[in-house]
């Protein structure tokens, strides 16, 4: 198929000799055989002879214009990162840009010619994208997913943020006030945290969110969530269209250090707990460990669901707790490396040392259950 590429260049503000040399890639690949005919036409895109409706137009325009980040910073990355990765020889810089002209018509997505171009030295900075305000959440979310731990740092919104390696493992302590409920789990000892403090500073896989139904942010650490992460979590959760009570959904974590957040929405308890405050509470968790699961997400944490406005009464939520998150760890030893109790309230910090060992004995010794 002869493709004929020609593109608005005036959307593109890429040094002249950018466009030049992609018009003697377009030219090599033509010589190589690759029916690849161009023309840079101050006009629309052509797709053979007729306007390009297809795809391939959304992501030659996208990969040549790649929203969301500013156009100018990326062509002077792509320029810089050609220059730098010692391709100054024209041979060289039609290296980058011949990928990003295969990129380009072989659809690839922008987030995938970006990474494609992350080898060199452009640093995250130099392809800052701009968290604090909205923007096409799903090509931004793709970036970000690509990204390792540090690259992801420059894009962080919190004051600072905690590594995974500086929150330290709860250990069972023999002995203790009753009896555990369970059998000792040799496997489980190191997967359990409980850790004091701000959930949105965690550098882990996923923060879990006490949510609404609407899922388009609230008070409490639904708010701070959503405060951390930027108002572009708030258009990913507009497209997941709500969420019912007890169940679990997933989004990125934008301007979070964790990479995702899984949103539950805990049982309204002001009235009192029954059965179902009961169930829906363990449904939450042990929907939010599935969904972490089901995403690679191997160390999660949770702030206290349902306490705050919500009214679950603390001292009895913990049991729920523990015993969801018990029974899937037995159930899944593998999935997850390690699940964080964050407790924001010194009283939540004190009933969860207390209740731990349990659910997760240093010993053998369990009550019956009778
Ligand atoms: N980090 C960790 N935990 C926090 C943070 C934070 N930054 N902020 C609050 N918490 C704790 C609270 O102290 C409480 O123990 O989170 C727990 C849950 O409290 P809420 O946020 O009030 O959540 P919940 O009780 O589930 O009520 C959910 O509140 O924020 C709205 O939109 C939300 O309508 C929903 C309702």
Redesign the pocket.
């Known amino acids: 198929m002869a493709l004929q590429i020609s593109t608005r260049v005036s959307h593109i503000r890429a040094p002249p000799r950018a466009i030049g040399l992609l018009a003697r890639v377009c030219a090599d690949f033509h010589q190589t055989g690759v029916k690849l005919k161009h023309s840079f036409t101050l006009g629309s895109l052509q797709l053979g002879n007729k306007p390009a409706t297809s795809p391939v137009r959304g992501h030659i325009n996208a990969a040549l214009r790649v929203d969301n980040f500013s156009t100018t910073a990326t062509t002077t990355a792509f320029w810089r990162s050609s220059q730098a990765t010692g391709s100054s020889s024209p041979r060289g810089r039609r290296g980058w840009l011949g990928k990003l002209a295969v990129g380009a018509v072989l659809g690839l997505s922008t987030a995938a010619l970006v990474q494609s171009f992350h080898t060199g030295p452009v640093t995250a900075m130099a392809l800052k994208m701009n968290l604090d305000s909205e923007g096409k959440w799903e090509e931004t979310k793709e970036v970000l997913l690509s990204l390792s731990v540090k690259d992801r740092r420059p894009y962080y919104r919190t004051s600072s943020s905690v590594p995974l390696d500086e929150i330290p493992v709860w250990t069972p302590t023999a002995g203790g006030p009753e009896p555990s409920r369970y059998q000792r789990n040799e496997k489980l000892d190191q997967k359990i945290s409980v850790y004091s403090?701000?959930?949105?500073m965690l550098e882990i896989d996923a923060i879990v969110n006490?949510?609404?139904k609407t899922l388009l942010?609230?008070?409490?650490?639904?708010?701070?969530?959503h405060r951390a992460a930027g108002p572009i979590l708030k258009q990913e959760c507009a497209s997941l269209h709500g969420c019912e009570t007890g169940e679990a959904k997933i989004t990125c974590g934008y301007g979070l250090p964790a990479k995702y957040v899984i949103h539950t929405?805990?049982p309204i308890a002001h009235g009192g707990v029954g059965e179902e405050e009961r169930r829906a509470l363990r449904s939450c968790y042990k929907n939010s460990l599935q969904t972490a699961a089901e995403n690679a997400a191997r160390s999660v944490a949770f702030?206290?669901?349902?306490?705050?406005?919500?009214?679950?009464p603390?001292e009895q939520a913990v049991h729920e707790v523990l015993a969801t998150v018990r029974e899937f760890l037995d159930a899944h030893p593998d999935k997850l490396d390690r699940v964080i109790f964050?407790?924001?309230?010194p009283k939540?910090k004190e009933l969860y040392l207390q209740n731990l060992p349990l659910y997760f004995p240093a010993e053998a010794t369990i009550k019956s259950k009778l």
């Open positions: 403090g701000d959930i949105t006490a949510a609404n942010g609230g008070g409490g650490v639904d708010g701070a969530i929405v805990g702030p206290c669901i349902s306490t705050g406005i919500y009214g679950y603390s964050c407790v924001f309230l939540d």
